[in-house]
């Protein structure tokens, strides 16, 4: 099925810098906890990020910035609709870590605030 036009190209996961380590060692990336617990990968659109952070990852500094092509993930990207917060993108499945674009890590500013990081442009895009 072709791409929707009015779906991002690129979508992205925060997951925890420990949890990923894991994940290379393996091949396999199957989502945090909750994610294994709500049976499918929480992903975000660039422009869902900030929000996604702030409420699920305050104060966090053990986080890595994951990017995948939203086209290349398939039946296993669906598009749900969260209540009270929109439409997010979520993978049904496990993922191959090659399927996966490591940004870096998200810091926290001197105020608490994330940081992404320097390899996404202002747009969420991946560098």
Known sequence: MPPR??????????????????????GAYAGSARCRRDGFIHMSTAAQLAGTLARFFAG????????????????????????????????????????????????LDPDGRHVLPDTVHERGTPA
């Open 5 to 26: 036009p009015d779906r991002p190209r690129t979508v992205f996961h925060i997951a925890a810098a420990e949890d990923w380590r894991r994940a290379r060692e393996s």
């Open 60 to 107: 966090r500094d053990d986080i890595v910035l994951l990017a995948a092509d939203a086209e290349s993930l398939a039946a296993g990207l669906r598009w749900e609709d969260v209540p009270g917060a929109g439409t997010f993108p979520h993978y049904y499945g496990t993922f191959e870590v090659t399927r996966l674009r490591d940004l870096g890590p998200v810091t």
